[in-house]
């Protein structure tokens, strides 16, 4: 049995069950149960960031031999997310021996398949590395609300990343994936909401999104807060 590394307090307990309930409605029932719910304590889908939840679930998605969780494995090993070590030459061994089938899987259409199709390309996974069709995959998944595609989508707006920079296409991409609980695009919407790049500003839109993310345990949100707005975002007891 999988437990929390920390207790909770109940309202927040709660409104973790509440964000695990809604999670589960934004995977289709093909993916496999176990990898859809250590996707979701790596976003924050989950109600709450955990890697090490999320390693857990990784590792028994994998030890079932699931082809997108083993390309999962391949990409946390890429570049040492999930609290794997970085190893790249294993990434890369992992990739080799299933990019085909996950190839196949992305031409039925499958959403997490085409989101790790985009994830090859941009890392040279199993492919050679290709920021176009990258960018093309991650479109394909992000148009059927896949988080972390409509996360990635923003990035290559927000940095330019073989397009012409568009903080509003962005903010656009970021704003959808927030919404689904990512709390890496609501820090960067914090961001363009404090500067007013690509958005109105607006600083209550900032410190909302700003307690959103720190609410669901990404830590980069206590740092913001302090930096950029003296602490006053995140209330303290």
């Avoid at 909401?193 to 345990?217: E, L």
Wanted: aromatic residues 10%; neutral net charge.
């Amino acid at each position: 049995m999988i437990v929390m590394n920390k207790l909770l307090p109940l309202s927040k307990f709660l409104s973790i069950v509440l964000s695990l309930t809604l999670f589960s409605c934004l995977h289709p029932p093909s993916l496999n149960r176990n990898l859809a719910t250590a996707i979701g304590y790596y976003t924050g889908e989950a109600g709450i960031v955990d890697d090490l939840i999320a390693r857990e679930y990784l590792e028994i998605a994998v030890s079932e031999r699931d082809v997108l969780a083993l390309m999962w494995l391949a990409r946390v090993y890429s570049t040492g997310r999930m609290g794997f070590p970085k190893d790249s030459e294993r990434a890369f061994s992992i990739a080799r021996l299933i990019i085909d089938e996950v190839a196949e899987r992305a031409a039925d259409g499958e959403p997490e398949a085409l989101f790790l199709m985009g994830t090859a390309y941009a890392e040279a996974l199993g492919v050679n590395a290709n920021l176009l069709k990258s960018a093309e995959f991650y479109r394909k998944a992000a148009e059927m609300n896949h988080t972390l595609a409509m996360h990635n989508l923003g990035n290559i707006f927000g940095d330019g990343i073989g397009v012409e920079k568009d903080l509003y296409r962005a903010s656009l991409w970021w704003r959808r994936a927030a919404q689904n609980g990512d709390t890496i695009p609501m820090l960067r919407l914090a961001e363009l909401y404090f500067s007013g790049k690509g958005v109105v500003k607006d600083v209550s839109q900032a410190c909302f999104w700003i307690k959103q993310s720190s609410m669901r345990g990404n830590a980069n949100a206590e740092k913001i807060n302090k930096e950029r707005f003296d602490g006053e975002c995140i209330e303290r007891n």
